[in-house]
């Protein structure tokens, strides 16, 4: 294994270069030719990390390649699209949320769609941007995969030539499904195989999780392949970054306005939000702090979807040291009763979750104690 893989990650690797330069300048010149020439696939990864070449495991394999191979085909037009016709604006049409459908939703979708055909391997993909679940009839007898995606996530960055991501889960189908209502998909997030996200930033990352750590990748398009570029990444356990859409402040419910109200008067808080939840998780992922899409009074189950937005990420963010909340229940624990199914998130650094729950809980505490003083009264 190579010493940066060894030593968890690139900055690690390079700290430990400073020590080996010191010793022996030439060893510190063989080591950094090798962290680029010793360079670990996606595929040999999951391998790796599984510890086995059994068929659960080449099949994982296989299925993080074929992600990967979407993430290409959509990078490649993101990297375009000011230049190619029919990639920007909207469709004309909205989906199953009520949302404008972008074409760049349309296409990523599609694209999603081809890879996992040619798989073999799924039976059967949900995404944001489809009703029902897409079944491949010729893949069921053997694969018994689906998978769940956001195709673009954050697609109103699209056209403004921002950061996008895709998140997506792979989960084991229960069952044959002879009535086509995926009612085995309405189960918590444990049963998640794994899990991940793709960004496209000014280099395309995809960061995966089986449930051993979480590692990302950045593609090289020279090579066209995506490296490993940290692996077992650690969420700090506090950080100052708190994320969220502070023009929704007086929709929310008062022990969020008291959150965003404490941070206001605290330093060591600073605020960063880019309308691409995957965009700004992963900067929490390697620096610390919140990100919250909470609900409103009007709508208390938020924004975020459950099966293919927070579930996986917070797969993800708990592997790597964090947590993943509604405000009050574990993520992973929530059962969706329908496949779009919405819920709340607070998701990040173990201390900055729990600062925003302590708000929660202090609420609904105060609030327990006002209806029994009235019911005294
Ligand atoms: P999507 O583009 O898949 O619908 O997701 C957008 C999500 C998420 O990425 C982002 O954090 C949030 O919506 C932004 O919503 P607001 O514009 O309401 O802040
Ligand atoms: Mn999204
Ligand atoms: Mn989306």
Known sequence: MADHQANGNLSDANLSDANLSDANPALSLNHKYALDRDCTTLSRHVLQQLQSFSSDAQDLSALMNRIGLA???????????????????????????????????????QVFISAFEQSGLVCRLASEEMDQPYYIPENCPLGR????????????????????GAIFAIRQQEG???????????????????????????????????????????????LGEFILSSENIKIPTHGSIYSVNEGNFWQWEEPIRNYIRYVH???????????????????????????????????????????????????????????????????????PDQLHTRTPLVIGSVEDVALVESFIQEHSREQQEREILSTKG
């Open 71 to 109: 993430a290409k085909l959509i990078a490649r037009r993101l990297t375009r699209a000011g230049l190619v016709e029919d990639a920007l604006g909207f469709t004309g049409r909205t989906n199953v949320q009520g949302e404008s459908v972008k074409k760049m939703d349309e296409f990523a979708n």
């Open 176 to 222: 044959n499904d002879l009535d086509g209502q995926a009612r085995d998909l309405l189960r918590d997030g444990h049963q998640q195989i794994a899990a991940g996200y793709v960004l496209y930033g000014p280099s395309t990352m995809l960061v995966y999780s089986v449930g051993s750590g979480v590692h990302a990748f950045t593609l090289d398009p020279s």
């Open 265 to 335: 008067r605290h330093e060591g808080y600073t605020a960063r939000y880019s309308g691409a939840l995957v965009g700004d998780i992963h900067r929490i992922l390697f620096q610390g702090g919140v990100f919250l899409y909470p609900g409103t009074v009007k709508k208390p189950e938020g924004k975020l979807r459950l099966l293919y937005e927070s579930a996986p990420l917070a797969f993800l963010v708990e592997q790597a040291g964090g947590v993943a909340s509604t405000g009050t229940q574990r993520i992973l624990d929530v059962v």
């Open 145 to 164: 995969y689906t998978l769940l995606y956001d195709p673009i996530d954050g697609s109103s960055n699209v056209d403004i030539n921002l950061n996008v």
